[in-house]
T-cell receptor, first 116, second 113 residues
Framework: GAGVSQSPRYKVAKRGQDVALRCDPI?????LFWYQQALGQGPEFLTY????????KSGLPSDRFFAERPEGSVSTLKIQRTQQEDSAVYLC??????????????FGPGTRLTVL | AQSVAQPEDQVNVAEGNPLTVKCTYS??????LFWYVQYPNRGLQFLLK??????LVKGSYGFEAEFNKSQTSFHLKKPSALVSDSALYFC???????????FGTGTRLLVSP
């Protein structure tokens, strides 16, 4: 079956540009997560949605980062006025059940963002 | 606060030998523990999880992990390594009451023929 998909797979932006990264979760998955993975590091949590509600955005590094999931399926992570330190792989993950803490998260292939 | 430590940046093992990738964790409540594998230019692939019950958890591709509460460890093991197991392995923990995963820094496994 189809997994989590992300687009674009690669994005190069000039410093100061705005970018939008898209995530299509597994159909029917209630929970959606965004993580940031810097080179040589483990993924770090950015934000979490349960359906269309953004329940945790404690990991967003600044107010330049904004995420939405208006219809409870596709999600977009937007970064305004990109900086070089934003260069990373952005991973999206989804899981199936409402507030089921033991369900594993399924990850997409990620979007590699390079800010010049 | 939740945290995970993977003390080894790289583990080298010969094909056919047993392998162990170490992980220790810290949480305030009951831990939910996960192992993921990452191949180059790919996303994270789920291997196995510990929620409750038996301390030895079996997962995909012949991997297993042993939960040790007293040592707060969740080491990944495989009885006989394959060259194709060479990849980056991440341990992750989810604290009770939270949804997010907290990952370790990863351990690169290199299996030589």
């Amino acid at each position: 079956g189809a997994g989590v998909s992300q687009s674009p797979r690669y994005k190069v932006a000039k410093r100061g540009q705005d970018v939008a990264l898209r995530c299509d979760p597994i159909s029917g998955h209630v929970s959606l997560f965004w993580y940031q993975q810097a080179l040589g590091q483990g993924p770090e949590f950015l934000t979490y949605f349960q359906n269309e509600a953004q329940l945790d955005k404690s990991g967003l590094p600044s107010d330049r980062f904004f995420a939405e999931r208006p219809e409870g399926s596709v999600s977009t992570l937007k970064i305004q006025r990109t900086q070089q330190e934003d260069s990373a792989v952005y991973l999206c993950a989804s899981s199936s059940t409402l507030a089921e803490e033991y369900n594993e998260q399924f990850f997409g292939p990620g979007t590699r963002l390079t800010v010049l | 606060a939740q945290s995970v430590a993977q003390p080894e940046d790289q583990v080298n093992v010969a094909e056919g030998n047993p392998l162990t990738v170490k992980c220790t964790y810290s949480v305030s409540g009951n831990p939910y523990l996960f192992w993921y594998v990452q191949y180059p230019n790919r996303g994270l692939q789920f291997l196995l999880k510990y929620i409750t019950g038996d301390n030895l958890v079996k997962g995909s591709y012949g991997f297993e992990a042993e939960f040790n509460k007293s040592q707060t460890s969740f080491h990944l093991k495989k009885p006989s390594a394959l060259v194709s197991d060479s990849a980056l392995y991440f341990c992750a923990v989810r604290d009770e009451g939270f949804q997010k995963l907290v990952f370790g820094t990863g351990t690169r496994l290199l299996v030589s023929p």
